[in-house]
């Protein structure tokens, strides 16, 4: 190996130990207890809880395939983006306050309060499902990136041993340190994040000439957020449709996402920190929007999905290419520990005391931490199947994400606004979208299934499809509503909220309260839709 390269990795395994010791020794005392392994004592304030939120989803596939994606169609690629911060401030005021009152432990148990024990354990199930799913393909965007940086051969071979140190580094802290270690490490890297965008946005912009050489050497269908309706990338009727609604759903129901909300001291810490997670969620264009239209200037004939690992490796000098890795792998890593200490919580909690009641709960943590770990191992495992794999990381992130969440999204959002929904129209609407949103991911993603879905649904953007799941669950879920009996009072009762429960910071000044920091997002959201 050059000396170069050596420095570089050097950097980056320092790196790795580092944040693997500082996690474990952060959470080695909130481990005795499953509401101190998993919800850190109730106890994060509003900034650590916004920095985690944003580390959590800020993950490398947006490094990766963001970049790669701006790459291709330019700052669209930022609206995913934009309607997820939307769709978390939306949650803060008409869903967190319900969760905070009734202190449930994991996102599941709404269900479990709103329409019955078996709402609950089929949700987590799916959770579990697209934990499984989504492994792999975290851990074969990180191994692209590293061994595209390193220029070594993207085989196999390669990609099992770059995943097996990834996931050696970041399931020992999650898995020992519990919500503590993830939130806590979680801060500590978006920093790292933060300064290794910028290090690349300044570099990119000083080797192209500057910001207004970049404004002018890109075609100006690539500096537009909302694309026309025939796009085949992101229309802006698809945007505004299917993929408002998925955002909307994942920031009601997320239960990666929302762990450390609920691990909030208290309502108005919680409402705080997701409208930060909101606004840092702008930072995209920096992230991967702005280098991406970099990389289509600079490095024209690259694969997409390498853009971000070229500009580092062409760009940066010897030590620093490193520490922008290092930069990309805590986003990675980010993700990574708040799904595996999200799925060692619902196995834990929600899964496995269905199935031993009267089992303690040291013994649930000890098998939520171990079905938790094997999924590390199969992510590493199955991490090179999406070598034969055509569609693009992005859309595939997107796709899964989307479809595995929508029945559960739609339960949450229906469950809370309309008081006649039932526990048999919960069941049949979570059953039938799983199995329909399985299936629609299988047949589009694998090489040669294509035919076993219907021609006109084919040529349609999967947010258009998405759109019309959703017609069809909901219709479901009324129509099965309709004819079972009501639900009863307790299963609506707590639902009801007073002026004072759903916005604590109303009683403030109006330049502390939430809805002057509200409006002051939303001019921000609207202002980039009015500038691009």
Known sequence: MPPAQLIDLSVVVAYLLTITAVGIWIGRKRKDSAEGYFLGGRSFGWVMIGFSLFATNASMQFF?????????????????????????????????????RTSITTLPQFLDKRFG???????????????????????????????????????????????????????????????????????????????????VLVVGLYNLGGLGELLAATPPHKLELLRPHGDPDFPWTAMFTGLLLASCLWAFANISML??????????????????????KMLGLIFFITPGLIAFQLFPEIPPDTA???????????????????????????????SINAMASIVTLDIYPAVRPRASEREGLMVGKTLAACNIVWGVAAAPIFLVVEQGIFDLMLKFGGFLMLPNGLCYLLGRFWR???YPACLATLITGAVLGLYYNVVTTLPGL????????????????????????????VLVSLATAPPSRAQIDFLNLTEAELRPSAQKPWYRSFGFYWSLYLAAFIGLYLVF
């Open 64 to 100: 990766v395939a963001g970049t790669g994606k701006a790459y291709q169609i330019g700052i669209a690629a930022l609206t995913p983006e934009l309607l997820g911060g939307l769709g978390l401030t939306i949650s803060a005021l008409v869903f967190i306050p319900i969760y905070l």
């Open 117 to 199: 024990p078996k709402a609950k354990i089929f949700y987590g199930g799916v959770f579990v499902l697209l934990a499984i799913t989504l492994s792999p393909l975290s851990m074969y965007t990180a191994s692209l990136a590293v061994l595209t940086l390193f220029n070594f051969e993207i085989t196999p071979g390669n990609i099992y041993i770059v995943c097996a140190l990834i996931a050696a580094t970041v399931g020992t802290y999650a898995l020992v340190g519990g919500l503590t270690a993830v939130v806590f490490t979680d801060m500590i890297q978006v920093i790292i994040m933060i300064g290794g965008a910028v290090l």
């Open 259 to 280: 762990q450390r909300v609920l691990a909030a001291r208290d309502l108005e810490h919680a409402q705080r920190g997701m409208l930060l997670g909101a606004g840092l």
């Open 308 to 338: 971000y690992s070229t500009l580092v490796r062409e760009l940066l000098p010897v030590g620093l290419s490193g520490l922008v890795l290092a930069s990309m792998l805590a986003a990675m890593m980010s993700s990574q520990d708040s």
């Open 420 to 422: 006649r929904g039932t």
């Open 450 to 477: 294509d035919h076993l879905l219907p021609a006109f649904l084919g040529g349609l953007h999967f947010y258009y499809i998405l759109t019309m799941f959703a017609g069809i669950l909901t219709a479901l879920f």
